[in-house]
C-alpha cells in the first residue's frame, strides 16, 4: 500500500467518524439566529428512546418530535428557558442531559458510582473469601497414625 493509499483511506475513515446530525432539511428554521437557537437547544436535550443522545444527532422519531416542538416553541416567540421548561414539564428531568442536581435527580447523578460501588465490594468480598480459603485448602493436615503405618507399606519402609 503507498502512502498515498493510506493517507486517502485515513481521510475517509475520519469522515466516517464526524459527527453527523440527524437534523433533516424540513426541520430548519428560515431564520439563522433563531435556528442556532433550536440547535443549542437541542445539544442539551436527551432523546429519551436513545438515552445516550441528544435529540439533534438521534434519528429516533420522538427526537424529531422534539426538535420540531422546539422549534415550534422558538418560533411562537419563547426564550430557551421557556422551551426547556415547556419540554421538562412533559417529559422531566431525565429528558436533559446534565438533570439539575435535586432530591428527584440524586439516582441519575450518583446511580453508576453507587454501582460502581457496590459492585467493587462484591468483587472485593469475592477475592477475599477465595483467598482465605485457598490459604486453608493449602495448609496440610498431618496423617494419622492408619494413613503414616499405610504409607509406609505402600513405599516398602515397613
Partial sequence: MTIRTFIAVQ????????????????????????????????????CVVCQNQSIDDSNAPLARDLRILVRERIEAGDTDEQALDFIVARYGNFVLL?????????????????????????YWTLIHRKSANDIAAATPTPLSDKEQRDLRDILGKG
Avoid: C, N, Y
Wanted: glycine share 4%.
Fill in 98 to 122: 446534565k438533570p439539575p442536581l435535586e432530591l428527584s435527580t440524586l439516582l441519575l447523578w450518583f446511580g453508576p458510582l453507587l454501582i460502581l460501588m457496590i459492585s467493587g465490594s462484591v
Fill in 11 to 46: 481521510f475517509l475513515i475520519s469522515l466516517l467518524v464526524l459527527p453527523v446530525h440527524a437534523i433533516q432539511p424540513d426541520e430548519v428554521l428560515e431564520d439563522p439566529a433563531l435556528e442556532t437557537r433550536a440547535r443549542d437547544l437541542g445539544k442539551v436535550l436527551r
